[in-house]
């Protein structure tokens, strides 16, 4: 990013070796985002330090709610349910399986987003601003409207850096197709150079595509209808779910064992049975989801309620969630899963 923007006089070359290590080394996104551009930063290092009462409420806010979670909900999910079934999806009936890839989907989401929350809000108390990565993205009405809520700093650096230099759109309909099949499919080789990461990239080309050309004809899509609208977003959290199968399995063998189980061993008998012994898991996740899809203005009425309390509330709130983060904490405490990227 420094060599490319500097190029571009996008930025200044910076005025001393130790700022270029900082920016490089910068310790709350290091390890997972959000994917920090020279241009965005460096200039960041040569303001003064300030962070005024409201920033400080809304740093804390994020980093507690990242935390939460992380924590209270994703490792709970992942530990009691999801990783007991991905690691032997065989073992289990079909809807145990749907179950756990729709599980593993809200995993995913509040993991990552809890760990970009929490660099966010700590880079905001050291004095530097740090780009929003995430935009509810399981409330998309399209697969290219998902990829513009979710990991947005690395959505955009694929663009901008290797979907736009291919060509982007401007060399006809057919090339456009194609540079977007090359920059999802070197997406998914950015997670990982197996076969699983290459067929979830490839999806999600394959939808950016089709989609591209389905709007062009669809009589639904600027309509502004609920139910249109409900069935835009359930359509597409459906199809990005389905791609979790290849992002999750730790082989193309367990991807199709999983796919096996759905399809041919749903048994639908054991549905209540199973629900009532993962009850906890199932609560959780419905919890997870409920609050994901809740009005915006919801959320943001508690975050500036949050901000405006006094120092002592925060004190008190920020005391009572760490409690309840405790409780959680399990001794298989789950890394943050885009560690491993």
């Given at each position: 990013s420094y060599t490319v923007d500097v190029y571009r006089g996008k930025v200044d070359p910076?005025?001393?070796?130790?700022?270029?290590?900082?920016?490089?080394?910068?310790?709350?996104?290091?390890?997972?985002?959000?994917?920090?551009?020279?241009?965005?930063?460096?200039?960041?290092?040569?303001?003064?330090?300030?962070?005024?009462?409201?920033?400080?409420?809304?740093?804390?806010?994020?980093?507690?709610?990242?935390?939460?979670?992380?924590?209270?909900?994703?490792d709970f999910i992942a530990i009691n349910f999801i990783d007991r079934v991905f690691a032997n999806p065989s073992g289990y009936s079909g809807f145990e399986n749907l179950s756990a890839l729709f599980g593993y989907s809200l995993q995913v989401y509040v993991d990552f987003s809890g760990y970009t929350d929490i660099a966010i809000g700590v880079a905001l108390l050291l004095g530097f601003r740090l780009p929003k990565n995430f935009n509810a993205p399981y409330k998309a009405t399209s697969v290219g409207n998902f990829w513009k809520r979710w990991h947005i700093s690395l959505s955009s650096w694929l663009k901008d850096y290797l979907y736009i230099p291919l060509g982007g759109n401007r060399k006809g309909r057919i090339l456009t197709d194609v540079?977007?099949?090359?920059?999802?499919?070197?997406?998914?080789?950015?997670?990982?150079?197996?076969?699983?990461?290459?067929?979830?990239?490839?999806?999600?080309?394959?939808?950016?595509?089709?989609?591209?050309?389905?709007?062009?004809?669809?009589?639904?899509?600027?309509?502004?209808?609920?139910?249109?609208?409900?069935?835009?977003?359930?359509?597409?959290?459906?199809?990005?779910?389905?791609?979790?199968?290849?992002?999750?399995?730790?082989?193309?063998?367990?991807?199709?064992?999983?796919?096996?189980?759905?399809?041919?061993?749903?048994?639908?008998?054991?549905?209540?049975?199973?629900?009532?012994?993962?009850?906890?898991?199932?609560?959780?996740?419905?919890l997870g989801y409920f609050s994901h899809w809740v009005p915006e203005r919801w959320k943001q009425a508690m975050l500036d309620r949050f901000i405006r309390t006094s120092v002592w509330a925060k004190i008190g709130i920020t005391i009572l969630i760490l409690f309840v983060i405790y409780q959680s904490w399990s001794s298989d405490l789950q890394p943050f899963i885009y560690f491993q990227f």
């Open positions: 910076v005025k001393h070796i130790l700022d270029f290590g900082f920016y490089v080394s910068f310790f709350p996104q290091l390890v997972a985002g959000p994917i920090v551009r020279a241009s965005e930063f460096i200039p960041q290092l040569y303001k003064r330090y300030k962070l005024s009462y409201q920033e400080f409420g809304f740093a804390l806010f994020l980093i507690l709610k990242g935390l939460t979670k992380k924590i209270v909900i994703g540079n977007l099949m090359i920059t999802m499919l070197l997406g998914g080789l950015w997670h990982g150079a197996s076969w699983q990461f290459l067929v979830w990239g490839g999806l999600n080309g394959v939808g950016l595509v089709i989609y591209k050309q389905w709007k062009k004809i669809s009589p639904y899509e600027k309509s502004k209808h609920w139910a249109v609208r409900f069935w835009k977003i359930l359509n597409t959290f459906v199809f990005i779910t389905f791609t979790r199968i290849w992002f999750r399995s730790e082989s193309m063998e367990k991807a199709n064992q999983l796919i096996h189980q759905i399809i041919h061993e749903f048994d639908a008998s054991i549905i209540p049975q199973v629900i009532w012994s993962y009850r906890m898991v199932f609560g959780i996740m419905a």
